[in-house]
C-alpha cells in the first residue's frame, strides 16, 4: 500500500496556513485602513465631529485593538517577503518551513517589545 504524501506546497502545511494567516491579516489591514481614510476624511466635513470621533479611540479596548493591527502588520510583511523568495527563489519552495520559521521569529523578536512597551503605555499612563 503506498503512504500517503507529506503534503504539497500549499495543502496541509506550513504553505497552507501561512496562505490562510496572510489573507486573514490583508483584510484585516485592508478594513483598518478603510476606516482610518474614513475617519480621517472626517477632519474636512467637521472639525469637532473628528475630535469627537479620535476621542473615541483613547480607551484600553483600541489600546488592544491596536496591538492586534500591529502583531497583523508585522506578520503579514514579513509572509510576504517569504512569499516573493518561494515564488521567485528556485530553492525557495524547497525551504518553506525554515522560512516559516524566520518569519516567525522575527514575528516574536519585533512584535514582544511592542506588545510590553504599547501595554504600560495604554494601561499605565
Partial sequence: MPSK???TLYRGREGMWSWVAHRITGVGIFFFL??????TALVRVSPEAYNEVIGT?????VGLLEVGLVAAILFHAFNGIRLILV??????PRYQRQLMIGVGAIWVVLFVPFVIRHLTHVFGG
Avoid at 515564488?87 to 525557495?92: T, Y
Fill in 87 to 92: 515564488d521567485f527563489w528556485a530553492k525557495g
Fill in 5 to 7: 504524501p507529506a503534503g
Fill in 57 to 61: 479611540y483613547k480607551n484600553p479596548i
Fill in 34 to 39: 478603510l476606516v482610518h481614510v474614513l475617519d
